[in-house]
């Protein structure tokens, strides 16, 4: 029997209609597997997953194949976004094993959860030196049956692998630990085209944050270069949608010419942050259009009723990827007037013969395109794509995974404050604050947070990543607008954070709660991956609650996260940039208060495009309500004035600009060097 009519993921409901068996992940589950003696077959994904949807038509729906999954396996389906746990677990195991990661994922597991063996896509037949899948199960199963010693070996191997606790050190590192760190980065990073190098390219956003503060804090032309490198050609790529608006997963390739098609919230919401960062500092036409269609973007397609937005979109239509994307150039032709549709050809590479398997991905990556061209051009591009986004909208859609994730819309709302104050937009701000009153009132119960929502469902699992976005959004909306409520949440989020996740022994948070039901190994979140650890962006929330409000316990929390991860950075600076970005904080992370501030004040603060600098307008300090910890920065404030502090000191108030400017040019490495 398939149990998955009722799920509430929108991926899990896909498979619902399957011959196989599916469960979700349960109690039950396990205990089937039990009774029976026979393994699990455990399969994740996610709905915008193009080799997910391959797998499910040639292999899920195919009932000889079915057969033989359901007569030798209890089969648990799970979808990855909503139980990231689940998959972060799994996925390490098949990393210990020796083997590339990826989804779907396939592993399979004794009945009491422990994993022996496991991969990712399996074809039909065998090919190119892959077994086909029928094959794999059939090994498995023999494997089991025989009770093949390998299988308990790899089992109890694994276990013991994934189990061992991290060593935490006797100190905080110092801040040559975070050049270090970039030097390495750099040593592999594309020049020319950004990011690492060779392809795939993704955009790698953590570490992106992590380069970008250095650049600050370090002055360090490279690191900024490498930075703004990677998001012209993000922005000029086939990697972005340049009809309707915001980036695709990943580019295929080594240019960023071809997109991998699904669209992920969490990409777009980083990228957001990143591109206003770039944008404060160095105003440019290219970075603010790409931010403004992609919040149109995100409020057309994404946006769901009550203010929160999607998961993702699909990479396929109708079982064909990128359908909805791509352009033949009749097409273009028949849209718009003759002269500028051979314009509109010539910008956007599209050509007779297309530039990918007879079709054209639009991009700018040629020499003639890539920068910004007149005004008078770009208002006749703009014009057209407005044209052929119309027509496009006429075709089949991509599928929407509906469900809305408390951490990935945190990043959302951090992204759209970033946004909104780099581009002077408040219409963005409001969008922030409708999203963080839906998941603030629709997804917690009490001080807890919940992970998933979907038309009214709730799941009642909250991840860490949830407390650790939804903290870093509070305090994104705390410097916009000095309300105490946003000060409020992020405090008693942190303390359940800490009481049900944060691991003293380890110097982490684990991504389940202690009270949730326990897997075959603890998921630590201190790597990063598409999107940031819990425990990188919890120092960084450390850091800057400690920076707020002067407490110890946040200062002491950020500094065990951090020297627990000190050999974990030294060892490998790609997957800690959020631990680096979390250590810039604890190292120079300071407020700017704006007392009474005019527009160019606040927009030079704004201007440092620091995300370490946390900008705070406050009209006039009377009307701070008592108790609130910004009155002792500011209580002595007679005017117009600027207080750059850290927890316990302030700088003299700048009264001027150019006293405001010499104040942050002494700060950006942190109070020590003031």
């Known amino acids: 029997m398939n149990r998955l009519e009722n799920a509430t993921s929108p991926y899990l409901r896909q498979h619902a209609d399957n011959p196989v068996d599916w469960w979700e992940w349960s109690d039950e ?20 997953c193009h080799w997910c949807h391959v ?27 909503e139980r990231p746990d689940i998959d972060q677990v799994y996925m390490s ?17 004794k009945p009491d959860g422990k994993p022996f063996w496991g991969g990712t896509y399996f074809p039909p037949r065998p090919m190119h030196g892959m077994p086909s899948f029928r094959q794999v199960l059939e090994g498995v199963s023999d494997a089991w049956k025989r009770q093949d010693e390998a299988v308990l070996q790899n089992s109890q191997a694994l276990t013991d692998h994934l189990n061992r606790s991290a060593r935490s050190g006797n100190a905080v590192p110092g801040a040559e630990t975070l050049a270090q760190s970039t030097r390495r980065t750099l040593e592999i990073w594309d020049r020319e085209h950004g990011s690492f190098q060779g392809g795939p390219k993704f955009p790698n956003a953590p570490v992106l944050e992590a380069l970008w503060r250095a650049s600050i804090r370090d002055d360090d032309d490279d690191a900024r270069q490498a930075v703004l490198t990677t998001l012209r050609h993000l922005c000029q790529g086939g990697i972005y949608d340049h009809v309707g608006g915001g980036w695709a997963r990943y580019a295929v ?53 009550g203010g929160g937005f999607a998961s993702g979109l699909d990479a396929d239509t109708e079982h064909e990827e990128g359908l909805t994307y791509v352009w033949s150039l009749g097409e273009i032709q028949s849209l718009l007037p003759a002269e500028d549709a051979q314009l509109f050809a010539e910008v956007y590479d599209a050509s007779a013969g297309g530039n990918w398997e007879g079709t054209n991905v639009l991009n700018r990556l040629q020499p003639s395109s890539f920068g910004e061209m007149d005004a008078e051009t770009e208002d006749r591009l703009r014009r057209a794509r407005a044209i052929l986004l119309e027509a496009r909208d006429r075709r089949p859609q991509p599928g929407r995974d509906d469900k809305i994730l408390a951490d990935w819309n945190g990043m959302t709302i951090r992204g759209l404050a970033a946004a909104a104050l780099a581009c002077s937009r408040p219409d963005w701000i409001e969008l922030a604050r409708h999203c ?16 998933s929502w979907r038309e009214g469902t709730r799941l009642p699992v909250g991840m860490a990543t949830d407390y650790a976005q939804m903290i870093a959004a509070a305090l ?4 916009v607008e000095a309300d105490p409520v946003y000060l409020a949440d992020a405090e008693r989020w942190f303390t359940a954070a800490d009481g049900f996740h944060f691991d003293a022994e380890k110097g982490a948070y684990s991504l389940p709660a202690r009270d949730a039901a326990a897997l ?18 919890m120092l960084q929330n450390a850091a800057r609650l400690f920076n707020i409000t002067a407490k110890d316990l946040y200062r002491d929390r950020a ?4 020297k627990a991860a000190t050999a974990q950075i030294a060892a490998d600076p790609i997957s800690t940039a959020s631990l680096q970005s979390g250590f810039d904080e604890l190292l120079r992370g300071r407020l700017a208060v704006a007392i009474r501030a005019d527009a160019e004040t606040f927009a030079r603060l704004v201007g440092e495009g620091d995300p370490a600098l946390l900008a705070i307008a406050v009209g006039d300090p009377d009307d701070l309500p008592a108790g609130d910890p910004l009155l002792s920065k500011v209580s002595y404030a007679k005017g117009a004035a600027t207080f750059v502090c850290d927890a316990f000191r302030c700088l003299p108030p700048a009264t001027d600009a150019g006293s405001l400017d010499e104040v942050l040019r002494q700060t950006r490495r942190g109070f020590a060097s003031a």
Do not use: C
């Open 253 to 305: 390739d080594a240019q960023w010419r071809v997109p991998h098609f699904e669209k992920m919230l969490y990409d777009n919401a980083q990228l957001l942050a990143l591109m206003s960062w770039a944008e404060a500092t160095a105003p440019s036409g290219l970075f603010r259009a790409r931010i403004a269609e992609t919040i149109d973007w995100l409020v057309r397609e994404m946006q769901l009723p």
């Open 559 to 562: 500094e065990a996260i951090l």
């Open 55 to 81: 797998l499910a038509r040639e292999s899920f729906s195919d009932r000889e194949t079915a057969s033989v999954l359901n007569d030798h396996f209890v089969n648990i389906k799970v979808d990855r976004e």
């Open 476 to 479: 994104a909306l705390y410097g």
């Open 436 to 451: 963080y009153r839906f998941v603030r009132t629709e997804m917690t119960d009490g001080d807890r947070l919940l992970h």
């Open 93 to 109: 195991a098949l990393h210990a094993l020796g083997q590339q990661g990826g989804w779907p994922l396939t592993m399979f597991l």
């Open 520 to 537: 075959f190994a603890t998921a630590l979140s201190n790597r990063d991956e598409a999107t940031p650890s819990a425990s990188g962006i």
């Open 29 to 48: 589950a396990l205990a089937e597997a039990r009774a029976r003696n026979v393994p699990i077959h455990l399969s994740i994904g996610y709905s915008a």
